[in-house]
């Protein structure tokens, strides 16, 4: 367990707390401080687990550059297998909560860029600011997240669709 984002007193006094208390099942517990890095590559934080071909054949797989991403939600059921050693499957859940779709991936605006005029559309940069078909603004935010703006038509969402498509949604 890997313990951010607090103040040192409250980090102390919760990560003492799940210390103390066996039934969490937390054996490894660390409080860096600002600036401080922790190696979580350890093979100890390694688990092997098996997934079930119901699991596999639900996920819906999106590519990611070179890797092919899912969300999975499942459970751990340890089963014994034809010499007796506990095996760890992954077994679909069954009354699974939605999640919110995660974007990953970070593509340049000049990129979209290209891929806008490769589909017919007229791109141009203006202060930043990717303008398109002299309707639609695409900009990068101060945290990073691309906005687009503009008033509703055809061409938001096709220019939508093109950006979703540089992301792999999960």
Not at 66 to 92: G, S, Y
């Amino acid at each position: 367990m890997v313990m951010v984002h607090g103040t040192p007193d409250s980090s102390r006094h919760l990560a003492e707390f799940c210390r103390d208390n066996k039934d969490m099942g937390v054996s490894h517990i660390f409080v860096p401080g600002i600036g401080e890095t922790v190696d979580a590559t350890s093979e100890r934080h390694i688990y092997q687990v098996k997934l079930k071909d119901a699991l596999v054949t639900a996920a819906k797989f999106s590519r990611a550059n070179d890797a092919e991403l899912a969300w999975i939600d499942a459970v751990i059921d340890v089963q014994l297998n034809a010499d007796k050693e506990e095996v760890a499957m992954l077994e679909p859940m069954v009354n699974k909560p939605g999640h919110i779709p995660v974007f990953i991936n970070e593509p340049r605006l000049s990129n979209l860029r290209q891929t806008l005029i490769k589909s017919g559309i007229q791109a141009e940069f203006n202060g930043g600011v990717l303008v398109c078909n002299n309707k639609i603004a695409i900009r990068r935010n101060a945290s990073g997240t691309i906005q687009i703006e503009g008033s509703v038509c055809d061409d938001y969402y096709k220019i939508r669709s093109l950006l979703y498509g540089m992301y792999a949604i999960i």
